[in-house]
């Protein structure tokens, strides 16, 4: 008799936003799609998506400003790697290793790859928030007591990738980063929502001290049949921008990115052809140089 397969530590999640008081959850699963070749982590409908899903405002982390953020997440992730209890352990657990930053993100990329493709916009906006990193650090180490650079260099990486910007606060907002992007999105975010009466299963439930600090939650704008993916609005920048942030290309970005020379762009992708480091970080910027030709 074969044993029942362990929950993954995505499914651990899901149920851990349930049982602190979440609400529409049974609508959708996590799940990884294929996306230009690459596996991509998803938000799925498990079933039709009609209702809203309403996640209890005690799962927000936010700040004034995005290096608070950062700061606070790095002490989390150290309360957790020190044995301690962190009240977000479960989303911490399913976010991005340092290890698997390094195969996308440019934040991760090598000196060498950076003079490789110095003469792309993104090379100067990289090196410009990699010394800004190092300063907030150096100004406030005291601060940071045992939580080392390289920790707040991957928290400040993460704030990147999924970071709900002002209004009103810089904010993590846990299953909400979740939702990929498109040109179409399906769902819509907001930060604070209420409900004039709360169902009887949250009220008489432990999680009911949560519920009542209000929610946050996911709107969809339509109806979203099973298998589909939920999908959010980012913000309208051009895929430099979008890489920097995110460590990846949105197909057919309809925001140009600046114009460059194909002599140029042409010499960086022959020198880049010896180049060793993460295939998938890599591609994307070759691709990110074509797209600057392209534009010309």
Known sequence: MSQPSQPTAEEEFL??????????????????????????????????????????????????????????????????????????????????????????????????????FAALPLTSRVQHWKQSVCDVWQDRKSEFMDVSFDAFKWAATILQTRVFRPPPSFSFMPVADMMNTSLMPN???????????????????????????????????????PGEELTQAYCAVDNSERLFRCGFLLPGNPTAVEPLSRTSVEAMCRQAESLEGPRDLLESLRALALEHAEAA
């Open 187 to 225: 769902m819509e975010v907001y930060d604070s929502l209420e409900l004039e009466e709360a169902p009887e299963d949250i009220t008489n439930s432990p999680a009911s001290a949560s519920s009542n600090m209000g929610y946050y939650g996911l709107l969809p704008l339509r109806e979203i049949m």
């Open 15 to 116: 149920r851990w936003v349930v049982d602190i008081g979440a609400l529409g959850l049974h609508q959708v699963s996590i799940t990884y799609l294929e996306k230009n070749g690459v596996l991509v982590r998803s938000l799925v409908a498990a079933k039709e998506v009609t209702e809203p899903i309403l996640l209890p405002r005690s799962l927000l982390l936010m700040a004034e400003n995005d290096m608070d953020l950062a700061w606070r997440l790095a002490r989390e992730r150290f309360r957790m790697d020190d044995g301690q209890a962190s009240s977000l352990a479960p989303w911490i657990r399913i976010l991005p290793s340092e290890e698997m930053l390094k195969e996308y993100h440019v934040a991760y990329a090598s000196d060498n790859v950076l003079e490789t």
